[in-house]
């Protein structure tokens, strides 16, 4: 076992209500809860450090968001291609751009540059695949139809110069 240090705090009662308050989890005294927390705290920040443990903590992040999103699909029977997509792939890139170094002395930047836009553009390949049925699978209609027509007149405007580098260049 550690070898243990005594710290004395002081504490306004909101927060100290706050940390009585927690879920047990194991730590039923405020002093085993606020250990809890450092080591929460500690893992953190290394996970900060090494992608796949960042990508596990913001899955952690966005799972209470997931639970009731899994809830109320349950309950109305229904289901959103376009939350999915985002749950899928956002903690991924945020992970990327928490625990990626891009001004690493050993040049990674553009490894993590190229991470990042894999990541990207598969939520984005995700979202407009979402889109290819009459009906998409979203909560509310109309969902995609307010945001496709800027992104149909950008993906024309690059086809047409990609198309006029093709045949000139």
């Known amino acids: 076992m550690a070898r243990m240090q005594t710290l004395s705090i002081r504490l306004p009662d909101e927060d100290f209500n706050w940390l009585v308050s927690l879920p047990g989890g194991g730590a039923p005294t405020p002093s085993e809860k606020l250990r809890a927390l450092l080591q929460q705290a500690r ?3 290394q996970g900060m ?3 796949e443990r960042c990508s596990a903590w913001m899955r952690q992040l966005v799972q209470p968001f997931v639970d ?7 309950e109305q029977q229904r289901h959103s291609d376009l939350l999915a997509a985002v749950v899928e792939h956002a903690p991924a890139i945020m992970a990327l751009l ?3 170094r891009p001004a690493a002395e050993d040049g990674q930047g553009a490894t993590s540059e190229a991470l990042i836009a894999q990541r990207a553009f598969r939520l984005f390949a995700a979202l407009l695949k979402g889109n290819i049925t009459s009906q998409p699978a979203t909560y509310a209609s109309g969902a995609y139809d307010r945001h496709l027509p800027e992104i149909i007149e950008l993906a024309q405007i690059i ?3 990609k198309g006029k580098e093709t045949n000139h260049g």
């Open 159 to 161: 086809s047409s110069r």
């Open 68 to 74: 009731e999103m899994g809830a109320l699909e349950r």
């Open 49 to 51: 450090r090494d992608p």
């Open 43 to 45: 893992e953190q920040q």
């Open 98 to 100: 928490v625990a990626g």
